[in-house]
């Protein structure tokens, strides 16, 4: 940091310029705008009506109802001004001068209250809502005239309280701060558009040493039970306090009051309860609690002095002596400060604080390590909901930070956009960001922010530029939310895995973040985030080793081409810190990285797309830490893509499959690492010309076997007709494909996605057309009929996890953003092979796509004299060893023990009929028999 200052103070003597560029970290800008009026935003707040989701923001001094329905497309609904409101205007005499904004619903209606700053103004205006959004467009009121269907109501000034500087609502009750000393309370449970007053507070103080301007700037209020209310105000000079009321029919009584004094100053940031002469430079602007009230945070609203002590001379705006340190003694900065409440009044009260120096882009958690010789910077407003506090940070923009712990607050986002040329002369208005003491230029950047109630991880903001609505992915990843429908996407990427103790461990992406989530006996355990924070990070895949081992591999856009990462967990999910760029500048295109582990050959293997072909990295480094544990190989040299790979299972293979230009390829990688030379082009095994995409690929666990399927469809009209799923196996990944294919025929098909679970059965998803979710099941040679899975209708990139006797599934789901990554809510499991009704075994010969064979047995069975069948399960004789398999593959060299073994059955008594239950269907059949050593008897030789 002391660079970076010397840097800043090499600048201000050469009288030069910094541009400072956006900066974001953990959020996105769904949308900033004004809606083509002049001021921007004071204060935000949200509301859900007619089960619609509002914005309210104090655009242009007046009142704008937003319809963030859309968050990326926020409609303003209405606007609400003073009569003779020019929205080109400058001038301020004629708007509504409004401050802050919150709601009160009763009986169905919907009441805006609004502050006014203004001595010539009421002093809270009332605002049907309902009614504003049922009339739409720009409505002009007259504060003093008569009320409309959108103005209803309002409330006068008092001499206590002449304007509004903030307002809060809290039990049916509204809590007014003027500026004041004063606070005074309004009851609206009976009538909400003309509330009454039930009393006042006056904040007083108990220590008035050099402490002038006592007065409530920021208030929160919170009830307590019908009677009793618990009120946290920022008093300015008057430091914090907490006072504890009960609110009786005509009057407000205090039961009790904590004050807490503090310096604000950065020359003593951890000073309080001091009883120092120079102990005078305290300004309380809000306070807002935990929400179980064991904490309390404070913020400061200060900008940078003019030369101390000539505070305010016209002439002298040099914060800076000679040698470079800041001229005022007390070098003022904004904090943010953390207060155990039990302790409040205290000098061990204070635990914890943050503050963001100007041209920092991440904040300080220490206030211990403040350096007074940092640039002031200026700390606004705040609101706490769950374990985050979202914070209006001025020039520094939008802050979010964690506070599981209180004591210690973690920064966990931030979206700063001030892209005004950054001034290093202090004669320049834009002086650091800001003109000293001249408003509005120190006010420039986000004024208020608002967490919406209804919709994890968006956030509305207001400021210089307009209103904002942000995307915060952290919280948007605690609830499986993201922005985009892609999350779960791209075809042939494992999204989730299963490991040897059963969790279930997902991988998605949120608008250029990567998280990963476990699953663990039915919950969800806190997300995670991997990537690097650059919001271009997306389509990861991830893959389960041994001993507790997590690997994700991802894709990070540089700004002209794709890098590759790589990051990995050895405690089972719990911590990333292994994760490091892992190949850079691979392609200029999507590389969509794929990863697996080989549990025999102890093998990660990572592929992906080039500019000049397939590549891949390997290693039997258990936990690698760096590129440099890899062997890197080129599979392919043409312009490939879509990626799949899989382990074998109980072999040293790994299984591999892509699309080259209108086909699908399969190879395999050897137990030391290497690639067979020559690919296998599996369309080839289906007839006719066509286009293939998708590919996906899966082992078998329990015996080596390969399962493919991709997406086929014809193109010879230049528009694609009737995609179809087509799947293929092998029993084994080295050995010789046989011509053998199946197809799932329902419906027009996309993305699958497919498992080879251990117990044999071979499980499929797609998405249709209609973004329909399908799931079907292979048990032998037959699919089962298509199932609709998912929710809501609208599912996107499907993936099922491999590697065990159960599977689970994850896809995006959702109709607008933020859509939901959605977990399957039943697990798939195994069938006991002799449990179904149907064998499914087969016989299959193919000399080539147009000459093919294949005898499918269903079903062998007994009938019963009674009308019953008696089911027949059997083995083949001579196979004594495949008695311990569910299952048997038929072939024509194992064919006639087949036939062995149904002669030696023992017919049962009050049997009828021995029944075979089979299907015969080919191509070109008489060729394929001419001249085959083992004929099939298609009678069973019985």
């Not at 209020?221 to 006072?243: D, E, F, H, R, W």
């Not at 407003?381 to 964690?402: A, E, L, P, W």
């Not at 609709?788 to 499907?798: E, L």
Request: glycine share 6%; net charge negative; with cysteine.
């Amino acid at each position: 940091m002391k660079k970076l200052f010397l840097l800043i103070i090499a600048f201000l003597l050469s009288g030069s310029f910094i541009v400072f560029s956006q900066v974001k970290y953990n959020t996105y800008l769904y949308n900033k705008s004004k809606f083509n009026r002049y001021f921007g935003v004071e204060d935000v707040w949200g509301v859900k009506i007619n089960n619609t989701n509002y914005a309210l923001a104090t655009l242009d001094r007046g009142l704008s109802i937003i319809n963030t329905s859309s968050p990326s497309n926020p409609i303003e609904v209405a606007h609400i001004n003073k009569i003779n409101y020019n929205p080109s205007d400058p001038s301020l005499d004629f708007r509504l001068e409004t401050p802050d904004v919150e709601t009160f619903e009763k009986n169905g209606t919907v009441y805006a209250y609004l502050a006014t700053n203004s001595v010539t103004m009421p002093l809270v205006l009332i605002i049907n809502l309902n009614a504003a959004i049922s009339t739409g467009g720009t409505i002009l009121i007259d504060p003093s005239g008569s009320f409309t269907s959108v103005y209803v109501g309002k409330i006068a000034p008092t001499t206590e309280s002449p304007k509004s500087h903030t307002l809060t609502i809290a039990g049916g009750y509204l809590y007014v701060a003027a500026l004041t000393p004063n606070i005074s309370v309004w009851n609206l449970n009976n009538t909400p558009a003309s509330p009454t007053l039930v009393g006042n507070v006056n904040v007083t103080t108990t220590n008035n040493q050099n402490r002038n301007g006592i007065a409530v700037h920021e208030l929160y209020a919170k009830s307590l039970s019908a009677t009793t209310s618990k009120l946290y105000a920022a008093c300015s000079n008057a430091g914090m306090q907490v006072i504890d009321i009960t609110i009786n029919t005509n009057s407000v009584t205090v039961n009790n009051r904590v004050e807490q004094l503090y310096d604000s100053d950065r020359a003593s940031p951890t000073t309080v309860q001091s009883t120092d002469t120079k102990f005078d430079y305290i300004f309380t602007h809000s306070a807002w609690p935990t929400d179980d009230g064991q904490y309390i945070f404070t913020t400061d609203e200060l900008a940078a002095e003019r030369d101390y002590p000539n505070l305010y001379s016209p002439n002298d705006i040099n914060l800076y002596a000679n040698n470079g340190v800041l001229r005022s003694p007390r070098r003022i900065g904004a904090f943010l400060r953390t207060w155990k409440t039990s302790l409040l009044g205290t000098s061990s009260s204070l635990k914890g604080g943050y503050y963001v120096p100007e041209l920092n882009t991440t904040g300080i958690t220490n206030l211990s390590q403040i350096d007074t010789n940092w640039i002031p910077n200026t700390i606004h407003q705040m609101f706490v909901r769950g374990k985050y506090i979202y914070v209006s940070h001025y020039t520094q923009g939008f802050r979010v930070m964690n506070i599981s712990s209180p004591e210690s607050p973690i920064e966990e986002g931030y979206y700063d956009d001030f892209t005004q040329s950054l001034s290093i002369d202090p004669a320049n208005s834009l002086f650091f960001r800001k003109s000293v003491y001249s408003w509005p230029n120190w006010a420039l950047g986000i004024y208020g922010v608002y967490p919406d109630a209804d919709r994890s991880g968006i956030v509305y903001a207001g400021g210089t530029d307009g209103f904002y609505t942000f995307g915060f992915l952290p919280q948007l990843a605690e609830n499986n939310q993201t922005i985009g429908s892609s999350s779960t996407a791209k075809e042939g990427q494992r999204k989730i895995v299963q490991d040897a103790s059963g969790n279930y461990h997902i991988v998605f992406y949120s608008y250029g973040e990567i998280f990963y989530r476990k699953y663990v006996s039915g919950t969800w355990q806190s997300p995670i985030k991997i990537s690097y924070d650059n919001d271009n990070n997306n389509y990861p895949s991830i893959a389960v080793g041994s001993a507790n081992q997590i690997m994700i591999t991802w894709q990070r856009s540089n700004g002209t081409n794709y890098d590759v990462y790589f990051s990995m967990s050895t405690d089972g999910g719990s911590t990333w810190n292994n994760k490091y760029l892992l190949a850079s500048s691979v392609s200029s295109s999507n590389p969509v990285p794929v990863i697996t582990y080989n549990t025999s050959s102890l093998r990660k293997t990572i592929c992906y797309v080039t500019n000049s072909g397939l590549y891949s990295k390997h290693t039997t480094t258990s936990a690698p830490t760096s590129a440099a544990n890899w062997t890197t190989t080129q599979i392919t040299t043409s312009s490939d893509e879509s990626p799949s790979i899989a382990s074998s299972g109980n072999s040293g293979y790994n299984l591999f499959s892509y699309r080259s230009s209108t086909s699908i390829y399969y190879r395999y990688q050897n137990s030391d690492g290497t690639w067979t030379s020559t690919p296998l082009n599996l369309s080839n095994l289906v007839p006719g010309a066509s286009v293939n995409y998708w590919p996906t690929i899966s082992g078998v666990p329990a015996d080596g076997g390969v399962h493919l399927a991709w997406i086929r469809y014809d193109n010879s009209s230049g528009t694609p007709v009737s995609p179809r799923t087509f799947y293929t196996k092998n029993t084994s990944a080295n050995g010789s494909w046989p011509y053998q294919y199946w197809q799932v025929t329902s419906g027009d098909q996309y993305a699958p996605t497919i498992t080879a679970l251990a117990t044999n059965k071979i499980d499929l998803f797609y998405t249709t057309g209609g973004y329909q979710l399908m799931y079907t099941r292979n048990s032998g040679t037959t699919w089962s009929a298509p199932v609709s899975k998912g929710t809501g209708g609208y599912c996107y990139n499907p993936s099922v996890s491999t590697g065990s006797a159960t599977a689970k599934y994850v896809y995006t789901s959702g109709t607008a953003s933020p859509y939901t990554v959605t977990l399957s809510s039943e697990t798939l499991s195994k069938e006991s092979e002799f449990n179904p009704d149907v064998y499914s075994r087969s016989i299959a010969i193919m000399n080539n796509p147009e000459e093919y064979l294949e005898v499918v047995l269903n079903k062998i069975h007994f009938k019963m004299k009674d009308g019953s069948e008696q089911r027949v399960d059997f083995f083949p004789a001579d196979l004594e060893e495949l008695k311990t398999k569910e299952k048997f593959d038929l072939t024509p060299s194992n064919a006639w023990d087949l036939m062995k073994g149904i002669k030696d059955l023992t017919i049962p008594v009050g049997a009828d009929e021995l029944v075979f239950d089979y299907t015969v269907r080919g191509e070109n059949i008489d060729k394929v028999i001419e001249g085959n050593p083992n004929k099939i008897d298609l009678s069973f030789g019985c």
